[in-house]
């Protein structure tokens, strides 16, 4: 699977703090996403973790001295610098920021930083005491102004038993703004993209709902590969079963009118709005305030058309549906976009169980407004998503 970190070269500084050893799970996601990962440690942050972790981890060499005659590094030492299309420093010590921000470069880490033409992230990790030193707020701010990306770090328990400000940011935080600043060269960037996922839920009373079993997993994959390659996303999602991905704007809805009315927000200056959302057809005529009894031998409900948001989305952006259908699959859909005047409308057979609602995989058929008929196989979602974005490039404005 392609990504914004496929063979990449991305310099991981490690400074020493309680933190250090979480590097090691950095690094190792990195690495499994196809990143060439350069450890760059400072001489304290090996005392936290041994050099052979990181480098048993990332398969390739741990920059530590910049003095010592056996490291690749040595000789050439700014090659790393050069090399790399990110430096990401995780965990970023007090002494770390303040030698950055005053240009000091006394070991090989501080001396990347300050070689480096590559965009640089920080996420800082220490005592919420010296996190709120003035010293150390001015050393951000200035490193900040130079175009430096702070991954605030999270609120917590501190090593030293404390609760505060000072805990390295979430992995997947740092992983996200790792993405976002390698995403910045991709062939969406500059694009601002809408995404809606998941199910929306029609309340009856205030206990119960007409649901549907959608995961949001198919319109999550479309909005971080959207995402990874460069675009401005927003994901309007409907409950899933999914953590928010990060690097995107994120509007939780509940309900299909909850959905039009952050829909028509959210499309102002959009590019595209791709509609991955199962959205109920139909809602009760009222809702009752109080939890229905079960007196009653049987109920009857009414229940009355939600808007269609795709259809009544009116705007410049490009318009892209999906189609969940069980028989006459290509007919069906092509009705749709037309009623709908999509762009792009993803096809799929709810027949099949690889395929639709909940499963990691899916098989579509593509059908744009010009009539081409796509079919793909059996695909993982993201991989589907990529398809999908292929196909809306062909018809977005250069
Ligand atoms: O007409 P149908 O519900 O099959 O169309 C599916 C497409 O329309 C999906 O992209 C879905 O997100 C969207 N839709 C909508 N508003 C509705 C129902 C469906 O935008 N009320």
Do not use: C, W
């Amino acid at each position: 699977m392609e990504t914004a970190l496929t063979n990449k070269t991305i310099v991981l500084g490690v400074t020493g703090s309680i933190a250090a050893y979480k590097a090691a799970d950095i690094a190792s996601r990195l690495t499994k996403a196809g990143a060439k990962v350069n450890v760059v440690m400072t001489e304290a942050a090996t005392r936290f973790i041994s050099p052979l972790a990181l480098r048993s981890i990332t398969g390739r060499a741990v920059a530590t001295d910049m003095f010592d005659l056996e490291s690749q590094y040595t000789i050439e030492h700014i090659s790393l610098a050069e090399a790399a299309d990110v430096v990401v420093v995780a965990p970023a010590t007090a002494s770390l920021i303040a030698r950055a921000a005053a240009g000091i470069s006394d070991d090989m880490l501080t001396l990347t930083l300050l070689a480096t033409k590559a965009p640089i992230i920080l996420a800082p990790a220490m005592n919420v005491n010296m996190f709120e030193n003035s010293v150390t707020q001015e050393n951000l701010a200035k490193l900040k102004a130079r175009g430096f990306i702070i991954v605030d770090p999270a609120h917590g328990r501190l090593a030293s038993g404390r609760v505060g400000k000072g805990r390295l940011a979430d992995i997947d935080q740092i992983m996200g703004a790792i993405q976002q600043v390698l995403a910045k060269s991709g062939d969406l960037a500059g694009k601002k993209i809408v995404v809606t996922a998941g199910g929306t839920r029609e309340p009856i009373d205030p206990v119960r709902h007409i649901g549907n079993p959608s995961s949001g997993k198919m319109g999550y994959a479309i909005a971080q590969a959207a995402r990874d390659r460069g675009a401005k996303v927003t994901l309007i999602t409907a409950p899933a079963s999914l953590l928010p991905p990060p690097g995107m704007a994120v509007m939780p809805v509940k309900t299909a009118l909850e959905m039009k009315q952050a829909v028509t927000k959210a499309v102002k200056g959009a590019d595209a709005l791709i509609m991955a959302a199962a959205v109920a057809d139909y809602q009760p005529k009222s809702v009752a305030r109080a939890k229905i009894k079960k007196d009653a031998l049987a109920l009857t409900l009414e229940l009355v058309r939600t808007p269609d948001i795709l259809a009544e989305a009116k705007g410049k952006f490009l318009k892209v549906g999906f189609a969940a259908e069980s028989e006459d699959i290509v007919a069906n859909a092509k009705k749709k976009l037309k009623n709908k005047q999509l762009d792009i409308i993803v096809a799929n057979d709810i027949t099949d169980k690889k395929s639709g609602f909940g499963v990691d995989t899916n098989k579509v058929t593509l059908i744009d407004k010009k009539g081409k008929v796509e079919p793909l196989p059996l695909l993982s979602k993201r991989e589907v998503a990529d398809k999908i974005l292929d196909k809306l490039l062909v018809f977005l404005p250069h």
